[in-house]
């Protein structure tokens, strides 16, 4: 049973930079693709970036290029996600989600991390 | 990139009817689509991708058809607990998009 544990909530003031981590349980960090979405308050869901099994590498949504790294650290199973230059409008539940390593289908998600950017 | 539009954003139904809920995509996404329930302060579960396959211990009251640009997700015989946010989402072409959702709410 896999499972994806986050950090816990972050408040930030605009122009601060925020890193939430997803540590995978019951499984290797390195037997998924790990992808991440937001969902503002009251609001949809969001893909912000994730792992492309077929060209080997982390896609961004053009929306958060320039301001989002993710990366992995396959010797904690633990993978970040990055987020910089705050504003109010990135307050939002941070969701780590997962597909199998060469997959595409986000069966795993973590349970949220809310980042409150406020002044 | 793709849009995705779901609909109705809204629906009534008395628990032991049928729902169904419609979404469309932009573009052609073949059967690379996902959908996505989601209670009240808790993460997405995935129901069914592939369209029409259900995830691991989804109940067989669910069920997703489709294929190109028009999905349906059918809950027949609802349940107290199946009243939530239902999203579809796309896999098909970089970047993943969701649609806005649809609230499946108690008539």
């Given at each position: 049973q896999v499972h994806l544990q986050q950090s816990g909530p972050e408040v930030k003031k605009p122009g601060a930079s925020v890193k939430v981590s997803c540590t995978v349980s019951g499984s290797s960090l390195g037997e998924l693709s790990m992808h991440w979405v937001r969902q503002a308050p009251v609001k949809g869901l969001e893909w912000m970036g994730g792992f492309d099994p077929e060209n080997d590498e982390t896609i961004y949504a053009q929306k958060f290029q320039g301001r989002v790294t993710m990366t992995d650290d396959t010797s904690t199973d633990a993978a970040y996600m990055e987020l910089s230059s705050l504003t109010h409008e990135d307050t939002a539940v941070y969701y780590c989600a997962a597909s199998t390593r060469r997959g595409y289908i986000l069966h795993y998600w973590g349970q949220g991390t809310l980042v409150t950017v406020s002044s | 990139e793709v849009v995705m539009t779901q609909s109705p954003a809204t629906l009534s139904v008395s628990p032991g009817d049928r729902a169904t809920l419609s979404c469309r995509a932009s573009l052609t996404v073949i059967s690379n689509l996902a959908w996505?329930?989601?209670?009240?302060?808790?993460?997405?579960?995935?129901?069914?991708?592939?369209?029409?396959?259900?995830?691991?211990?989804?109940?067989?009251?669910?069920?997703?058809?489709?294929?190109?640009?028009?999905?349906?997700?059918?809950?027949?015989?609802?349940?107290?607990?199946?009243?939530?946010?239902?999203?579809?989402?796309?896999?098909?072409?970089?970047?993943?998009?969701?649609?806005?959702?649809?609230?499946?709410e108690i008539k």
């Open positions: - | 996505y329930q989601q209670r009240p302060g808790q993460p997405p579960r995935l129901l069914m991708y592939g369209a029409s396959t259900r995830a691991t211990g989804i109940p067989a009251r669910f069920s997703g058809s489709g294929s190109g640009a028009e999905f349906t997700l059918t809950i027949s015989s609802l349940q107290s607990e199946d009243f939530a946010v239902y999203y579809c989402q796309q896999y098909n072409y970089w970047p993943y998009t969701f649609g806005q959702g649809t609230k499946l």
